[in-house]
């Protein structure tokens, strides 16, 4: 299995909800990581950990708060975004720190 | 920190023509430069890498090359086909920041059938 399967799609949500992402992978890798891309940008990478415990943090506002249960879950847990939040929220994994990034296929997010 | 600078951001050729996208890092320590592809509404897929201890390498229809000296690396894609449209990006790895690629910022490839 060579995948990273990211839920949901799409999320919808208000400035006052909150919301969770999910990711997994079944490739063994120990690294996880969460990038935000938006529209025509690149991806802009928001957090990673390391044999699940968190590396770097790219100095995310607080309203977004990484978890990684285990070596094969990541989660992103959304509380009170704004409209700019809005974007396309990308879960990547890789063997080591400087090979391969898979990624999934993203969650869309809007921000109302 | 590293910063990585990616041209052209747009480029249109014909189909069977050759494309090529070149990028500039100022890290001399950087060691590793992947190339991403981004389909529209895709996600990004590896397609080709180089690390710093060699000059070239080349993969079917495409080859990257890295001049250390100069700080920049380059994708080079022979007999372009309209499924190679899509957005690609370089990205360099600063040896001070395991984990953190620092992508390019994009170049729309499209190959007119």
């Known amino acids: 299995d060579t995948e990273v399967t990211q839920t949901p799609k799409h999320l919808v949500m208000g400035m006052t909800n909150k919301k969770s992402l999910k990711c997994e992978q079944h490739?063994?890798?120990?690294?996880m990581y969460w990038y935000k891309q938006k529209a025509k940008k690149p991806p802009e990478l928001m957090f990673v950990?390391?044999?699940?415990?968190?590396?770097i943090n790219e100095s995310v506002p607080s309203r977004f708060s990484p978890e990684c249960p285990n070596s094969s879950l990541l989660n992103l847990h959304l509380h009170a975004l704004q409209p700019e939040d809005s974007a396309l929220y990308l879960c990547?994994?890789?063997?080591?720190?400087?090979?391969?990034?898979?990624f999934g296929e993203g969650s869309r997010l809007t921000v109302l | 920190g590293e910063n990585v600078e990616q041209h052209p951001s747009t480029l249109s050729v014909q189909e069977g023509d050759s494309a090529v996208i070149k990028c500039t890092y100022s890290d001399s320590a950087s060691n590793y430069f992947p190339w991403y592809k981004q389909e529209l509404g895709k996600r990004p897929q590896l397609i080709i890498d180089?690390?710093?201890?060699?000059g070239e390498k080349k993969d079917q229809r495409i080859a990257v090359t890295l001049n250390k000296t100069a700080k920049h690396f380059s994708l080079h894609i022979t007999e372009t086909q309209p499924e190679d449209s899509a957005v690609y990006f370089c990205?360099?790895?600063?040896?001070?920041?395991?984990?953190?690629?620092?992508f390019g910022s994009g170049t729309r490839l499209l190959v007119r059938p």
């Open positions: 990205a360099a790895s600063p040896m001070d920041s395991s984990y953190k690629l620092i």
């Open positions: 490739m063994g890798h120990r690294a």
């Open positions: 180089i690390r710093s201890n060699v």
């Open positions: 950990y390391s044999y699940e415990k968190l590396s």
């Open positions: 990547a994994s890789s063997q080591g720190f400087d090979g391969e990034l898979f």
